[in-house]
């Protein structure tokens, strides 16, 4: 098992921003790609970003590109997403997922973003 625990959310305006933070801990914890999504009521839930083990090799969907930044500090198990330049349709809650190199897939509780306009 994993267990991700995801914080940094809340309220801002349009045009500020956001960090959010992906602690995973747990026995099965290992090399691994981790990733971001959202999803608002009455939708599907949407990809983000994601990382892969190394932080080498990152991708953004187009909606965010040029505006979020994912990375991750191994050494805290710690995945980040710096969200700049937010814009009310980025209001949604954002999941934390781990997808092992060696199986398991695990998603976070979520962590809520509303900006206003």
């Known amino acids: 098992q994993v267990q991700l625990v995801e914080s940094g959310g809340g309220l801002v305006q349009a045009g500020g921003s956001l960090r959010l933070s992906c602690a995973a801990s747990g026995r099965s914890f290992g090399s691994n790609h981790m990733g971001w999504y959202r999803q608002t009521p009455g939708k599907e839930r949407e990809f983000v970003a994601t990382?892969?083990?190394?932080?080498?090799?990152?991708d953004y969907a187009d909606s965010v590109k040029g505006r979020f930044t994912i990375s991750r500090d191994n050494a805290k198990n710690t995945v980040y997403l710096q969200m700049n330049s937010l814009k009310p349709e980025d209001t949604a809650i954002y999941y934390c997922?781990?997808?092992?190199?060696?199986?398991?897939?695990?998603w976070g509780q979520g962590t809520q973003v509303t900006v206003s306009s």
């Open positions: 990382i892969s083990w190394s932080g080498g090799n990152t």
């Open positions: 997922n781990y997808n092992g190199y060696s199986g398991g897939d695990y």
